[in-house]
T-cell receptor
């Protein structure tokens, strides 16, 4: 059972446009929601993360919007650049044991010049 | 500077021939994870160590074993690799600490080892 659902599977955006990736979860025990960026042949790297006590977090061109009541969160990439072309994974974890991450299925983003 | 190091970056083995992948960290983190990632899929957790305590995921095949001789190193042993075990294997670490009352949950991933099984 997929604990975190992610959409779309792939996304093509023009340079300068806004990229939006959505995730939804069911487990209300989740209290940490990171986004990871992965380039081909590389390990995932933390991009930005949020906890459910805030509805939005912004770091540079990257913003997470979080809707606790709807159990949804999304990543917005403003002014998308070709260098942003990568696979993005949302994830969730909760605070017991080793805080295992439950990953979404990933979104392959392509930003065309 | 690399914080989570995986060796080798590329490993080719033959069907059924045991292989060991290694991970080392300079972060002194308590928790180390091993993930398997197949093409166009999310990383799948195989097991993790919380200090010396080993935790196996329920659906991790017995073919996969792990060792953590000290804080810095962790090994993934695949006893009899099958064609279906060809994948990227990712190591990750996480500290167990609180900063300003907030638990640190960030996992730091290594670059991965690409395993090919012939």
């Amino acid at each position: 059972q997929q604990q975190v659902k992610q959409s779309p599977q792939s996304l093509i955006v023009q340079k300068g446009g806004i990229s939006i990736i959505n995730c939804a979860y069911e487990n209300t025990a989740f209290d940490y929601f990171p986004w990871y960026q992965q380039f081909p042949g590389k390990g995932p790297a933390l991009l930005i993360a949020i906890r459910p006590d805030v509805s939005e977090k912004k770091e540079g061109r990257f913003t997470i919007s979080f809707n606790k009541s709807a159990k949804q969160f999304s990543l917005h990439i403003m002014d998308s650049q070709p260098g942003d072309s990568a696979t993005y994974f949302c994830a969730a974890s909760y605070g017991t044991g080793a805080n295992n991450l439950f990953f979404g299925t990933g979104t392959r983003l392509t930003v065309i010049p | 500077d690399a914080m989570v190091i995986q060796n080798p970056r590329y490993q080719v083995t033959q069907f059924g021939k045991p292989v060991t992948l290694s991970c080392s960290q300079t972060l002194n983190h308590n928790v180390m994870y091993w993930y398997q990632q197949k093409s166009s899929q999310a990383p799948k957790l195989l097991f993790h160590y919380y200090d010396k305590d080993f935790n196996n995921e329920a659906d991790t095949p017995d073919n996969f074993q792990s060792r953590r001789p000290n804080t810095s190193f962790c090994f993934l042993d695949i006893r009899s690799p099958g064609l279906g075990d060809a994948a990227m294997y990712l190591c990750a670490t996480r500290p167990v600490r609180w900063e300003r009352g907030i638990r640190t949950d960030t996992q730091y991933f290594g670059p991965g080892t690409r395993l090919t099984v012939l």
